[in-house]
């Protein structure tokens, strides 16, 4: 199966730069997410891949050949749409067979095939019901099951579990990581939600106004973020970010509250100033348990969500969320005692956002 | 509420159900008890409600002196112009919707053709068709009827595939179908009942229309409304006759939206059949 390449991908609409200058190699079999905001041109890229979109400059190409140039039909892409998208005159078996017969499969091949997916999706009970009998979970597998029959290069998925709701998202999403595994083949997904893309993805692609912000493996995304936009876009709940100003010569952070606390944490290249936003995950926040600590907060809310606790206070106007074990005794406006794990905080410049 | 209420309650409702069904009804009836009355009876007063036998001398008449054929010329005309109308409105509405083909405003300007009053046409077609020889031809009229209703056809069905989803027809593009494959495969299942239903209507207008038939046709082609009117006379007016060829013409559209009711009834109650 080939791999897939964008090369210096523009798309206009109109006056509207949607995706700019983007450049992505996808090798064969790897399941890649597109993430990013409203607007962020994720979908276009995806549309524009399947031949929906016609791109304004740039290639894209599949095993080394261009496509830009063929209809969408000639792609051999197969795509499952957001909406599912399933003919509701048209039985779930007949839904499924949709795809081979276009491509004139013969009767035998396409039984053959739509017991083949209807088994592995587990909706060989409902060949003969029509998209309109079924609940949300099982049109989008019979959406999926669509997608799967054909032998295409590549999966397109747009946003597939939006429509779902939280708890069946959960299911389908181990459903399509395993699926992915099975099939072995390319899969490129659309996602708005950073848990989806954190959960499914081998590699991340980070887009925010058509312009890719960081590509790579979701923990290296999580872990390093390039700038304020992809660590506070990546994590639930997301970063905190502190103004901080490094004092004493640097062995020394000092709060917006005024409270300061021993720098243990590694900044390879200092700000003149010494001021700097500083990101600290929730979860970079323990309750500090002996005599030490490195700084004081007074809970405003807690949320308990059962294994997790989350405490929120705030530093002189910013506000801050630390995620707290559950077994932890914290209550609303008490003070408590926090340590931070210095080591895996991020530090970002002032101005431009980017991560020192 | 108790049963008595509710049996008055019911016992009201049919009762004006009737009463509507009546008032629709009844000059249909009229219609066909005259095609089989006996001139007597016809001309009776008080009136004869009921025919006293079964007469299709009228019919017989018709058929015998084929006068009955202007019912074919009417379906033959009516048919083909409604099919050419329903094909291409179809296609150049879908190219509308999709392409946005014309902008913004060529929808609008295509409807407004038909608030012309036919009357102000009807000369320079007699006109154009006199020169091109096509009068009293099944092409000259089926030409006019198409092009007098694809306007209509054109802004129903442009209606009707707006409300289609776009991404069934991208997902069909995907899946391996051409453009063309798409619109009879999925754009016509998809908006089939508001389809049939312009379709009835369009048929409707044409075998109804009078104006164009009276002046565009003289004996080959000439169709039923025209052939009824040739039974008034100054001298004298052929009730039975009148009365056996409007049957003629009312029972094919009896027939037409009998069958079709329920795309009627779905096509602009809804909308159009939604995914």
Known sequence: MPNLQLRNVDKFYGGVHAVKDVSLEVPEGEFIVLVGPSGCGKSTLLRSIAGLEEISSGDIALGGRSIVDLPPRDRNIAMVFQSYALYPYLTVYENIAFGLRARKFSDGDIERQV???????????????????????????????????????????????????????????EEIKRLHKQLKKTFIYVTHDQIEAMTLAERIVLLRDGIVEQQGAPLELFERPKNLFVAGFLGSPSMNFIEVELEEGGAALRLPDGQSLAWTGSLTLAPENGEFIWGVRPEHFSVASGESSDLEALIEVVQPT??????????????????????????????????????????????????? | MNRGAKGWRLAARLACAVAVAA???????????????????????????????????????????????????????????????????????????????????????????????????????FLLFVSLRIVDTY??????????????????????????????????????????????????????????????????????????????????????????????GSQSTFWSKIGAMSMLGVLPMIFVVGTMQRFIVRGFSMGAVKG
Request: glycine share 6%; with cysteine; hydrophobic share 50%.
């Open chain 2, 139 to 232: 092409t000259g009229l089926i030409m006019l009827y198409t092009a007098f209703n694809l306007p209509y056809v054109i802004w129903m069905m442009r209606g009707f595939i707006q409300e289609i989803p776009l991404e069934l027809e991208q997902s069909a593009l995907v899946d391996g179908l051409s453009r063309w494959a798409v619109l009879w495969k999925v754009v016509l299942p998809m908006s089939r009942a508001g389809f049939f239903a312009t379709a009835v209507f369009t048929f409707i207008f044409a075998w109804n229309d009078f104006l164009f038939a009276l002046i565009l046709t003289r004996s080959d082609v000439i169709t039923y409304p025209v052939q009824v009117t040739g039974y008034f």
């Open chain 2, 23 to 125: 008032m629709f009804l009844f000059p249909i009836y009229w219609l066909a008890a005259i095609s089989i009355k006996t001139p007597e009876e016809i001309f009776a007063y008080p009136p004869v409600w009921i025919p006293s036998g079964f007469r299709l001398d009228g019919y017989a008449t018709l058929f015998r002196d084929g006068d009955a054929w202007a019912v074919w010329n009417s379906l033959v005309t009516a048919g083909v112009s409604t099919v050419l109308a329903m094909v291409i409105g179809f296609i150049a509405a879908y190219s509308i919707v999709r392409f946005r083909t014309g902008g913004d405003h060529l929808a609008i300007w295509i409807i407004s053709q038909r608030m012309i009053p036919p009357i102000c046409v009807a000369f320079p077609i």
């Open chain 1, 306 to 356: 059962g294994s997790r606790t989350f405490g929120s206070f705030s530093l002189a106007g910013t506000h801050v969320v630390a995620e707290l074990d559950a077994r932890t005794e914290v209550a609303a406006d008490r003070k408590i005692a926090l340590n931070v794990d210095m080591e895996r905080t991020a530090c970002f410049d002032k101005l431009t956002g980017e991560a020192f």
């Open chain 1, 115 to 173: 017991k083949w997916a209807s088994e592995m999706l587990a909706i060989g009970d409902y060949l003969q019901r029509y998209p309109r009998e079924l609940s949300g979970g099982q049109r989008q597998r019979v959406a999926i099951g669509r997608a799967i029959v054909r032998e295409a290069d590549l999966f397109l998925l747009d946003e597939p579990l939006s429509n779902l709701d939280a708890k069946l998202r959960d299911g389908m999403r």
